[in-house]
């Protein structure tokens, strides 16, 4: 019984979903490669080689690098999560029981590639420690946010400013463990880890009913992918690009930020093209 009430809990769907994502092949991303290969045509050997050391900020690299790099890792990830979908479209109703989970697992698996790919371009830290290593609670805390901003979610986008202020206000290389795990912000990483889950029960609906044709239902998922994917990675980037993160700053120590703070809500006025968690938001 306690096993059937947690798998219908929106909250822990959605935390259960993000730990099989990050631990399929090839979702997470090595910073130094990414970085060397996103920057290698564009910037001196030292700016890369601070990039990595330090940060993209630090390296004085120009904005519109880095914004011509996320680009392309958007439109990369773009369309390999659309063919990608539009093959598991292909089956038809008699696999739908395998390709449906399978489909939706790559989605958000590429959700997190993108996530972790315009983070290091905008000067976040080193979110997986290693290719086989747990992801520890401040890393899911983080990228539950991301995912948060990619669906449009205003307590999301408040709580990533606040996370990328504390690093950038103590100039550090980790993650704000406290606030992430047991602070102010965690309240926000569970109220938007539930929304999700009720977010990702939407997708699989949708993605069950647009593989029930073969051959047609390739089309429509791979289409349905492609709408979707791409605003939603667009939204990360635009609120990434624009933090205090992305601001040349001096040496970045390696330290733990401890300082926790108070999330507030945007003002009324700033959220005309964002979302709450109780929104409706398009599902893919």
Not at 47 to 56: F, G, H, L, N
């Amino acid at each position: 019984m306690a096993m059937s009430k947690g798998i219908e809990n929106p909250e822990l769907r959605f935390s259960a979903a993000l730990v099989r994502a990050a631990n399929l092949p090839g979702v997470r991303i090595n910073r130094e490669a990414y970085l060397r290969q996103a920057l290698g045509r564009h910037c001196s050997e030292e700016q890369i080689r601070q990039a990595i050391e330090e940060t993209p900020a630090a390296a004085g690299i120009p904005s519109e690098v880095l914004d011509k790099a996320a680009n392309d890792s958007i439109s990369y990830e773009t369309t390999k999560a659309s063919a990608l979908s539009a093959a598991a479209g292909i089956p038809g109703l008699l696999f739908l029981p395998a390709t449906v989970p399978a489909d939706v697992a790559q989605y958000f698996g590429h959700m997190l590639r993108i996530a972790q790919k315009l983070a290091y371009l905008y000067s976040w830290p080193d979110l997986f420690s290693g290719e086989n290593d747990d992801m520890d609670d401040a890393t899911k805390g983080v990228l539950t946010l991301f995912i948060g901003v990619m669906f449009g979610t205003q307590s999301a986008n408040a709580a990533v400013g606040k996370v990328a202020g504390l690093m950038s206000k103590q100039v550090a290389k980790k993650l704000p463990q406290k606030a992430l795990t047991q602070g102010v912000i965690y309240p926000i990483v569970k109220k938007v880890a539930g929304y999700l889950g009720v977010q990702m029960t939407k997708q699989t609906f949708a993605k069950t009913v647009s593989k029930a044709i073969p051959v047609v239902g390739a089309v429509v998922s791979g289409g349905l992918t492609l709408a979707t994917y791409l605003p939603m990675a667009k939204r990360l980037k635009k609120h990434l690009s624009g933090l205090d993160l992305t601001k040349p700053t001096h040496l970045v120590v390696d330290a733990e930020v401890v300082e926790d703070v108070e999330v507030h809500e945007p003002p009324a006025s700033g959220r005309a093209q964002q979302h709450d968690t109780d929104d409706t938001v398009p599902s893919a």
